[in-house]
C-alpha cells in the first residue's frame, strides 16, 4: 500500500531554515512526480512545489520562489523541502502528495502532514 | 494565474438530500481539473479527476461534471461521512491552484 510520511516540522524563528522530508513505499518512487502542499492553520489548501518523477522539472508557487527548493532522492524513495528565510506566513501543515502521473497531474495520495510554525 | 472560484462557501443540508458544488475557472482548462474531500484534522482525499472520473474506492453518489471554465461536484444522496470540507482544484498548468473551499454541514 501506498504510504507518505512527512517529517521535520518544528517551531522555528522568521528568517530561519528548516528542511522537511517524506518518506516514501509501496510504490515505484521514481515514476511518480511529487508535490508539496501548504495548509495554514484555519484556511484553504495551498500548491507549494512540484518536482517530475526524474527530478528534472522543478516549480514554484511564487510566494516561495527563491526561498525554497524542493529536491528528491529516488535511490532514498525520499522527497525534501528545504525551505530558507522562513517567514511567519510560511506558518502551516505541510502535506507531501503523489502525482498521479510524472508531474502534471492531480494527486492521489497524501501524506499526513507536519506543522511548521514560524514565530518569535 | 487562474483563480479558481467555489460556491457556495457553506452548504447546510440533511443527509439524503442531493447537493450540488460550483468551480468555476477564471481561465479556460479544459478537463483538468479535480475534486478532494478533507475531514478535520485529515489529509484531503481524492473523489474525481479530469472533471468526471471517479477515484477508485470512492463512492457511486459523487459525480463531477463540467469542462472549460465551469465544473460541479454533486453528491446524489447525503451519507453522514459526507460531511466535510471539498476543494476543486486545477492541473492544467502551473501554479495549480485550489478553490477556497466549501464546507458541508449538517442542517
Known amino acids: 500500500q501506498v504510504q507518505l510520511v512527512e517529517s521535520g516540522g518544528g517551531v522555528v524563528q522568521p528568517g530561519t531554515s528548516l528542511r522537511l522530508s517524506c518518506a516514501a513505499s509501496g510504490f515505484t518512487f521514481s515514476t511518480h512526480g511529487m508535490h508539496w502542499v501548504r495548509q495554514a492553520p484555519g484556511k484553504g489548501l495551498e500548491w507549494v512545489a512540484v518536482?517530475?518523477?526524474?527530478?528534472?522539472?522543478?516549480y514554484y508557487v511564487d510566494s516561495v520562489k527563491g526561498r525554497f527548493t524542493i529536491s528528491r532522492d529516488n535511490s532514498k524513495n525520499t522527497l525534501y523541502l528545504q525551505m530558507n528565510s522562513l517567514r511567519v506566513e510560511d506558518t502551516a501543515v505541510y502535506y507531501c502528495?503523489?502525482?498521479?502521473?510524472?508531474?502534471?497531474?492531480?494527486?492521489?495520495?497524501w501524506g499526513q502532514g507536519t506543522l511548521v510554525t514560524v514565530s518569535s | 494565474d487562474i483563480q479558481m472560484t467555489q460556491s457556495p462557501s457553506t452548504l447546510s443540508a440533511y443527509v439524503g438530500d442531493r447537493v450540488t458544488i460550483t468551480c468555476r475557472a477564471s481561465?479556460?482548462?479544459?478537463?483538468?481539473l479535480a475534486w478532494y474531500q478533507q475531514k478535520p484534522g485529515k489529509a484531503p482525499k481524492v473523489l474525481i479527476y479530469k472533471a468526471s472520473i471517479l477515484e477508485s474506492g470512492v463512492p457511486s453518489r459523487f459525480s463531477g461534471s463540467g469542462s472549460g471554465t465551469e465544473f460541479t461536484l454533486t453528491i446524489s444522496s447525503l451519507q453522514r461521512d459526507d460531511f466535510a470540507t471539498y476543494y476543486c482544484?486545477?492541473?492544467?498548468?502551473?501554479?495549480?491552484?485550489f478553490g477556497q473551499g466549501t464546507k458541508l454541514e449538517i442542517k
Open positions: 481561465q479556460y482548462i479544459s478537463s483538468w
Open positions: 482544484q486545477k492541473y492544467n498548468s502551473y501554479p495549480y491552484t
Open positions: 502528495a503523489r502525482d498521479r502521473g510524472i508531474g502534471g497531474y492531480d494527486f492521489d495520495y
Open positions: 518536482i517530475w518523477y526524474d527530478g528534472s522539472n522543478k
